[in-house]
């Protein structure tokens, strides 16, 4: 036995349709419509579209089994893509003759619970060839307001008549070692059981009955837990008509409008099939339906009080007779189209508008971390989308994990707010989340459907998939510096050239940083102390000022005091100053700054003027020009020459020089008196034969110098002789006067 699964995306397709629907009733549609004529699809008697095999009086081209058949074979599930537009559908192919899987046992009865329930399947295993089922199929359709649910199957032979039944169970049902899993849902006052419709093949095509039952707990019209909800074992229900169960009697006309099930069965031989199909009449006639091997039908599920429910498996069954308790023969079992729940959710920020990604370095969206204590604010948006059921309703509630290096939110995570949503309303937003902490964060979104929605069949679903994931991006600070006059904010811009030996200042202005993370967030137990937490200090990190030159962009400038480079710390948006640095050379210098960024990285590195290009940042430190300054000395001496007659003797004594300074009368000590204690002042010419005069000359040895314009001098000279033949000689105080006179001039640099 092969198993056709129906498994489709999600999309809230009836939407559309519920508006067409009310524009309807608008115009004065009180009702629904048929089962069989509402332009859905074809009961016909034949599985091809477009092709009537059982007359019809007014047949309408729709949908069929071939589309239904076409999708199944192309694994598409989606109503928006699909051939046949079905929101969910199955197509099994059992096996016919010998080897077949045959359900088996005395407790193996509609009127028990699945668990009881046996089959077995060996090399000879079979049922008799009326009780054959070749394939099964069912369909689900949303015509607005309506959901309407058609069911089929085709039977290796029509040598006599068979009662199918065919299960719409809410679980999901499987067959495991000839053991059956799952368990029947019961009416209860919150919700509605699983459904059992039977039907007929009858010989000739005669037109069969349908009806239609609900799994109860107890008390059910049937059986104890079949109650009977629809239909008749006795009244035909053919959708187009059909020819009556006795011979020569009145042909059975076709239901009513409005009806709520139908069946019918192939009344005329139909070749060729659309699947293949090797039928056990006429030597096995390949692709051929004899009459009365293809059955299908429909229910209106709505009308029926099934409207919202979701069935996630059906079973195709032939019985022995209409009667609840009947042996059942042969079986077909597949999976159906249940409420299947698809949670999508989307990364967006403070507003609710989708994340992008905006660089090349990955393919996360982003959001930009805020400066100062901002963080940044983020949301998640979210999408449910609810298959196989009308209305529903639940509640969506958010988690966010991070920063995370790698991984998704699948547990745990900082609660940010819920969503209700609806049928109506499948989309919601979280509360908004503060990260003060660049990384990479996740989102999870939970959806728990309501009570009501969970009994008819809705599950909860979640998604903490790698499109939840995104990156918050660090700041880009601004750094601007200019060169200052001293180290702190006292000082001005250094615009005039520096002394040589005057320190250097720089100043750096940051802005534009984002605070440190918080720590004081979370989720209560510890983790993810970043989010919604109120801001750390200031950005913290250090700016690096170095001075260049002189006279180019290169070389780092030595000096006699201070540091070069200087590293100075940062605490946030602020001016930062260097303590001053003293170059040990004159030139052209130019400041540069480097930001090295936060520690946490929530901000970003930057530097300033490291091209040198900056004016602000340049600096002369000028070279030292001297000016002269000159100024008199004078430092006044005298000289006495002795001349004296010869033939007397030697001339021989000694001179003393006494100078009286502004003394005009000489009187008193004078300011110098020669001292020839060491014979420096003696005057000494012998007397040659032939000399007619003696002489001899001495100067003073006086080595004060004087520098006062109008300064007088008054000398008085004593000559002492050793020759007694010659006599002492002494000049007045008035002889030798004088005076200076002093004109001192500056020279400056030319």
């Known amino acids: ?53 059982n007359d019809l009086s007014d047949p309408t081209d729709s949908h069929d089994w071939d589309e239904v058949y076409a999708d199944f074979l192309a694994g598409d599930h989606d109503p928006d893509t699909n051939l046949s537009g079905a929101e969910a559908f199955s197509f099994v192919t059992d096996i016919t003759g010998q080897g077949d899987n045959i359900l088996f046992g005395g407790s193996t009865k509609d009127i028990n619970d699945l668990p009881s329930w046996a089959s077995k399947q060996t090399a000879s295993t079979s049922v008799q060839d009326k009780d054959d089922i070749a394939h099964a199929f069912v369909a689900q359709y949303l015509d607005g307001t309506d959901v309407l649910l058609y069911f089929g199957a085709d039977r290796f032979a029509n040598s006599g008549d068979t009662t199918m039944g065919f299960w719409l169970y809410h679980e999901e049902v499987t067959n495991v070692n000839n053991a059956f899993t799952g368990n029947h849902q019961a009416r209860s006052a ?74 019918t069965t192939n009344q005329k031989v139909y070749s060729p099939t659309v699947w293949d199909f090797t039928p056990k009449a006429n030597a096995g006639a390949p692709q051929t339906y004899p009459i009365s091997t293809f059955l299908e039908g429909g229910i209106n599920l709505t ?33 159906f189209g249940e409420c299947e729940t698809t949670v999508t959710t989307t990364p967006a920020d403070g507003a609710g508008s989708d994340l992008t990604d905006g660089d090349d370095a990955d393919t996360l969206p982003e959001a930009q971390l805020g400066t100062g204590s901002a963080g940044v604010d983020v949301t998640d948006n979210v999408e449910v989308e609810v298959s196989g059921i009308q209305t529903w309703s639940g509640t969506v509630d958010f988690f966010i994990c991070g920063p995370i290096s790698s991984g998704t939110c699948d547990t745990g995570g900082v609660a940010s707010g819920s969503a209700n949503v609806d049928q109506d309303n ?59 006059s001293s180290g702190d904010d006292t000082g001005e811009a250094q615009t005039e050239d520096v002394p040589f030996g005057s320190p250097l200042f720089d100043k750096a202005s940051l802005t534009g940083t984002a605070n440190e993370p918080g720590d004081n967030g979370g989720d209560g137990d510890g983790n993810y102390l970043s989010i919604n937490a109120t801001n750390g200090a200031g950005a913290d990190g250090t700016i690096t000022f170095t001075l260049i030159g002189p006279d180019d962009c290169s070389t780092v400038a030595t000096g006699s005091a201070g ?32 930001y090295d960024g936060s520690t946490s990285g929530n901000t970003l590195g930057t530097d300033h003027n490291l091209d040198c290009s900056e004016e602000a940042e340049d600096v002369t430190v000028e070279q030292l020009q001297p000016t002269m300054d000159t100024e008199q000395e004078f430092v006044p001496n005298d000289s006495a020459t002795i001349t004296v007659d ?44 032939g000399d007619t005069t003696l002489t001899a000359t001495i100067g003073s040895d006086n080595t004060v110098a004087y520098k006062v314009s109008g300064t007088t001098f008054h000398w008085v000279v004593e000559f002492h002789s050793n020759n007694g033949a010659h006599l002492d000689v002494t000049s007045g105080c008035g002889n030798e006067t004088s005076s200076i006179t002093i004109d001192n001039g500056a020279t400056q640099p030319e």
Not at 461 to 481: I, K, Q, R, Y
């Open 1 to 53: 036995m092969t198993i056709g699964l129906a498994r489709r995306r999600a999309k809230p397709r009836w939407l559309a349709l519920a508006g067409v629907v009310i524009l309807v009733l608008g115009i004065g549609a009180t009702a629904a419509l048929a089962v069989h004529d509402q332009g859905v699809f074809e009961l016909d008697g034949d599985p091809e579209t477009g092709f009537h095999l």
């Open 190 to 263: 919150t919700q509605r059981g699983d459904v059992l419709i039977v039907s007929d093949f009858l010989n000739g095509g005669a037109a069969p009955t349908v009806q239609v039952f609900e799994w109860v707990d107890s008390g059910g019209s049937a059986s104890t837990h079949l109650d009977k909800i629809a239909g008749s074992d006795v009244l035909p229900a053919a959708c187009n008509g059909g020819v009556a169960p006795k011979v020569n009697a009145t042909p059975v006309p076709p239901v009513g409008a409005d009806d709520d099930l139908c069946a």
């Open 303 to 335: 009308a029926l009080g099934f409207g919202n429910d979701c069935f996630a498996s059906f079973l195709a069954e032939t019985r022995a007779s209409h009667s609840v308790t009947s042996t059942l023969s042969d079986y077909a079992l597949g999976g």
């Open 426 to 484: 499948p989309t919601g937003t979280s509360d908004p989340a503060n990260l003060t902490e660049v990384g990479r964060y996740c989102w999870r979104g939970e959806f728990t459907p309501s009570e009501s929605s969970a009994n008819s069949g809705v599950d909860s679903d979640s998604d903490a998939s790698e499109g939840e994931c995104f990156e918050v991006l660090p700041v880009t600070p601004n750094l601007s510096t200019t060169a200052w």
């Open 563 to 594: 540091d070069n480079p200087e590293d100075v710390g940062v605490d946030g948006d602020d001016d930062y100053f260097t303590s001053g640095f003293t170059t040990d050379s004159p030139g052209d210098f130019h400041w540069q700054a480097v």
């Open 646 to 689: 010869a033939g007397a003797g030697d001339l021989d004594g000694y001179v003393v020089f006494k100078l009286y300074v502004d003394n005009p009368t000489c009187t008193g000590d004078a300011d110098y008196t020669s001292d020839n204690s060491l014979g420096d002042f003696d005057v000494f010419d012998s007397d040659d034969p």
